[in-house]
């Protein structure tokens, strides 16, 4: 079964700290990418990546940072440098341009 | 600035009526619009798209419509069914698809009534 995985679902982070979320896909996807989901707020992209070894920074991405050392993960550090952090993260695998997969959210609460 | 515009947060219809959702954009470089449907604590998932070069696509009940001079397109649902109860989010990509990402309004929570 095809499809993109995220975990956890739940997580959460005491304040200053690094925390980590996990995108993986077996769609054979090139593209991937990072929203972010505030109470009454459109998504807003973090962070993405067209190509292994290449991301570009999306329109909110002060404070997190990824990596893409594999065509199948995507995964999404938030850092203490992130000022409020506290939201629903949704990454999304894309082959062409506009066929995007999302996975089932990663809520992440700061404590 | 938000280019992917929702301008109501809410809309209550009754089952079996058509249900309209509507969306704005700003950005005339936007050529192609996608409508996705997100339940609580679940990813969206795809419902409609539509590219600039057509003002409507037909899906079963999901009819999409895109007026490029008013810069606006709605969905319209008919018949209307307790399933369609979800948040819809209108989103818009630019010429080369959203390789770099889509735009996505802010969402319009449809709730619909027995």
């Known amino acids: 079964d095809g499809g993109i995985t995220q975990s956890p679902k739940y997580l959460f982070r005491k304040e200053g700290q690094n925390v980590t979320l996990s995108c993986e896909q077996n769609?054979?996807?090139?593209?991937m990418y990072w929203y972010r989901q505030d109470p009454g707020q459109g998504l807003r992209l973090i962070y993405y990546?067209?190509?292994?070894?290449?991301?570009q920074k999306g329109d909110i991405a002060e404070g997190y940072s990824v990596s893409r050392e594999k065509k199948e993960s995507f995964p999404l550090t938030v850092t203490s440098a992130q000022k409020n952090p506290t939201a629903f993260y949704l990454c999304?695998?894309?082959?062409?341009?506009?066929?995007?997969?999302f996975g089932s959210g990663t809520r992440l609460t700061v404590v | 600035d938000q280019q992917v515009k929702q301008n109501s947060p809410s809309l209550s219809v009754q089952e079996g009526r058509i249900s309209i959702l509507n969306c704005d954009y700003t950005?005339?470089?936007?050529?192609?619009f996608l409508w996705y449907k997100k339940y609580p604590a679940e990813g969206p998932t795809f419902l409609i798209s539509?590219?600039?070069?057509?003002d409507k696509n037909e899906d079963g009940r999901f009819t999409v419509f895109l007026n490029k001079s008013a810069k606006h397109l709605s969905l319209h649902i008919v018949p209307s069914q307790p399933g369609d109860s979800a948040v819809y989010f209108c989103?818009?990509?630019?010429?080369?698809?959203?390789?770099?990402?889509?735009?996505f309004g802010k969402g319009t929570h449809l709730i619909i009534q027995p």
């Open positions: 999304a695998s894309s082959m062409r341009s506009w066929g995007y997969t």
């Open positions: 769609l054979n996807h090139d593209a």
């Open positions: 990546s067209q190509i292994v070894n290449d991301f």
């Open positions: 950005n005339s470089m936007f050529d192609y």
């Open positions: 539509i590219s600039s070069i057509k």
């Open positions: 989103a818009a990509s630019g010429i080369g698809g959203g390789a770099d990402g889509l735009t």
